[in-house]
């Protein structure tokens, strides 16, 4: 019954701003491993942000500076903050649990 349920998605235009959020519901996340994936057109699943239970993130190379991953456990909720976003950057945007191996179901960004 664990589910993680992406929000925020939408239609920006280059060098615009998109928040992202993924609420765990089912288990509580403080001390989980997530991150935020994304596959976009033509295009390999590829991870783009990490954060581990103590807040330590890490990036893909082609969104650090942009992009900012965080969580708040108390809302059992990750975000992904992008900025600066590119028409690369358009793609469908998981969210996951690594041990667990649960995904949400994705939400679209699109730039252009």
């Known amino acids: 019954h664990v589910q993680l349920v992406e929000s925020g998605g939408g239609s920006v235009q280059p060098g615009g701003s998109l928040g992202l959020s993924c609420a765990v519901s089912?288990?509580?996340?403080?001390?989980?491993?997530m991150g935020w994936f994304r596959q976009g057109p033509g295009n390999e699943r590829e991870g783009v942000a990490s954060i581990d239970k103590n807040g330590k993130t890490d990036y893909a190379d082609s969104v650090k500076g942009r992009f900012t991953i965080s969580r708040d456990n108390a809302k059992n909720t990750v975000y992904l903050q992008m900025n600066s976003l590119k028409s690369v950057d358009t793609a469908l945007y998981y969210c996951?649990?690594?041990?667990?191996?649960?995904w949400g179901q994705g939400t679209q960004v699109t730039v252009s």
């Open positions: 996951a649990w690594y041990e667990g191996g649960y």
């Open positions: 089912g288990t509580i996340a403080r001390h989980f491993y």
